[in-house]
T-cell receptor, first 112, second 111 residues
């Protein structure tokens, strides 16, 4: 099956803890994106990467970090500096030369 | 800056009626406009998209219209069914391969 996978589906974070959300795609897409969605809200861009070993900050990058060491993987770390991390996190990918972004199933992060 | 406004934020219709969701974009360079459907607890799924070289596109009960002059585009769902109930997002392409999303419309179709 081709697609985008995100794990885990639910993640719990303790105060002061860093947590990493996984995003993997086997679509051979070049660009990958991370969005945050709060209840009743739209999608806000955290980070994006158009090629391996390169990424750019989105609109709300503070308190988050990413890496892009492999084409198929774009993990997001929510650091302890992010004071309000409770949200639904969505990963998306796009083929170079195309405009359509395809989304994964999401990870819901909750703070204990 | 790049911005997409979406209205209404909530929409309730009777089964079988039509539903219309409207969006306005700010960047005159935008030329790609997708619509996504998001069911509760899931990721958004692309349902239809339109490019600026056409004014209308239809796929069964779903249609999208684009007015480039006014920078408006709309989603039309006819003969609505309860399974159409979801949150719908419009978007416009921006610089650097980004999509700029509207705030979403929660559609409720009552049996």
């Amino acid at each position: 099956d081709g697609g985008i996978t995100q794990s885990p589906k639910y993640l719990f974070r303790k105060e002061g803890q860093n947590v990493t959300l996984s995003c993997e795609q086997n679509l051979n897409h070049d660009a990958m994106y991370w969005y945050r969605q709060d209840p009743g809200q739209g999608l806000r861009l955290i980070y994006y990467s158009q090629i391996v070993n390169d990424f750019q900050k989105g609109d709300i990058a503070e308190g988050y970090s990413v890496s892009r060491e492999k084409k198929e993987s774009f993990p997001l770390t929510v650091t302890s500096a992010q004071k309000n991390p409770t949200a639904f996190y969505l990963c998306a990918s796009r083929l170079a030369g195309g405009e359509t972004q395809y989304f994964g199933p999401g990870t819901r992060l909750l703070v204990l | 800056g790049e911005n997409v406004e979406q209205h209404p934020s909530t929409l309730s219709v009777q089964e079988g009626d039509s539903a219309v969701i409207k969006c306005t974009y700010s960047d005159s360079a935008s030329n790609y406009f997708p619509w996504y459907k998001q069911e509760l607890g899931k990721g958004p799924q692309l349902i239809i998209d339109i490019r600026s070289n056409v004014g209308e596109k239809k796929d069964q009960r779903i249609a999208v219209t684009l007015n480039k002059t006014a920078k408006h585009f709309s989603l039309h769902i006819t003969e609505t069914q309860p399974e159409d109930s979801a949150v719908y997002f419009c978007a416009a392409n921006g610089q650097g391969g980004k999509l700029i999303f509207g705030q979403g419309t929660e559609l409720s179709v009552k049996p």
